[in-house]
């Protein structure tokens, strides 16, 4: 027999296998049975080690696509992480452009708030002196009024004196 390479031989190898036979010999019956089975054994682990290599090819080629889908996520993730944070950046801008907005509308409403208080008072200030001007004026124009009383008194109660010397003497009395 001779000496094969047992990781190359086929099933054809081995149904093509001949014996030597010597004297009392291998049962050819027995042999070739065994190597009849031997042969679809071989014949059936070749089938399964095809159908596995297919397997581990079209395995493979999966894993090949999952790695390069894990890439692509993977990508994307870090773009949707990077967007998120630009997102975040930015909203963070323009929240803090609304707030000094507001505190500069506020620092402004507090100034022209000033100032009006500061005109108001200075209108008050105007005018409490305007009162007191006119309670002066008033007060003038009373004594005025209350002096020209007095003088027109007097000048009646000289009249009055008058008159009545003049009846007493006899005179006719002037007219008024």
Do not use: W
């Amino acid at each position: 027999m001779a000496k094969r390479d047992a990781l190359r031989m086929t099933p054809l190898d081995i149904q093509q296998m001949v014996f030597t036979v010597g004297f009392r010999g291998y049962n050819r019956e027995e042999v070739n049975r065994f190597l009849e089975e031997v042969a679809q054994t071989v014949e059936s682990l070749n089938r399964d080690n095809a159908a596995r290599r297919d397997t581990i090819a079209s395995l493979e080629q999966q894993l090949v696509e999952l790695r390069r889908t894990e890439s692509t996520l993977s990508s994307t993730l870090l773009s949707a992480q990077s967007m998120a944070e630009d997102v975040k950046r930015s909203a963070q801008r323009e929240a803090d452009l609304v707030v000094k907005e507001a505190e500069l509308k506020a620092g402004e409403l507090i100034r022209k708030a000033r100032v009006d208080l500061t005109d108001t008072q200075r209108d008050l200030s105007s005018l409490q002196k305007q009162r007191l001007l006119m309670v002066e004026r008033l007060r003038g124009s009373l004594r005025m009024f209350e002096r020209m009383l007095e003088v027109e008194e007097q000048e009646a109660l000289r009249d009055a004196a008058t008159v009545s010397e003049s009846k007493l003497e006899g005179k006719p009395s002037p007219a008024l």
